[in-house]
């Protein structure tokens, strides 16, 4: 299957803090929240909507994610950007059910893309198993895996079904 690479999308804004919803913060994780992110994503995991990630990986990476955390302090939703030389990847994408149809994902979503266009890379990545409609909706398209940066794309399970979508950041 070859696919054309992604249209360009004008980039958003430069990242801020932003209120996801009323009381809502979306923010950069700090280092020592590898075991809340671990904690948040494990449901998703169990259910083979995101890929089982050891603690180890949380903690190690957790500068790679942004967090919406609600105004108890509980982190509501995550969303790892990974940088490879030129693109970004995404990963790890939870909103805890409660807090689904909120616009919580989108609000993480959308400063992902601007912490991305700030570090100045030209395309984002991500596979979803879903029906991928928060980034269809937000610019991205189905893309051949071997447009995506190389070291990802061998880590992705055929067995889990996964589609490669990308958007172009490039303005």
């Not at 009323?22 to 929240?33: I, K, L, N, Q, S």
């Not at 169990?46 to 942004?66: I, Q």
């Not at 895996?145 to 172009?168: E, F, Q």
Request: charged residues 20%.
């Amino acid at each position: 299957m070859t696919t054309a690479p992604p249209r360009p999308v004008a980039p958003p804004p430069a990242p801020r803090p932003t209120a996801a919803a009323p009381g809502f913060t979306v923010r950069a994780a700090r280092r020592d929240e590898g075991p809340r992110l671990a904690a948040l994503s494990r449901p998703f995991a169990r259910t083979g909507a995101l890929r089982e990630r050891p603690l180890s990986l949380y903690l190690a990476r957790a500068s790679d994610f942004l967090v919406a955390e609600g105004p108890d302090g509980a982190l509501e939703g995550c969303l790892g950007l990974r940088e490879h030389p030129g693109a970004g990847v995404l990963y790890n994408f939870c909103v805890a059910p409660h807090r689904q149809g909120s616009g919580l994902g989108g609000h993480l979503l959308h400063a992902a893309t601007a912490r991305a266009v700030n570090r100045a890379l030209t395309t984002l990545f991500t596979a979803t198993t879903g029906s991928g409609r928060l980034f269809l909706r937000d610019g991205f398209t189905p893309v051949c895996p071997s447009l995506a940066p190389a070291a990802w794309a061998r880590s992705l399970d055929p067995d889990r079904g996964a589609r490669v979508l990308a958007r172009s950041l490039a303005a």
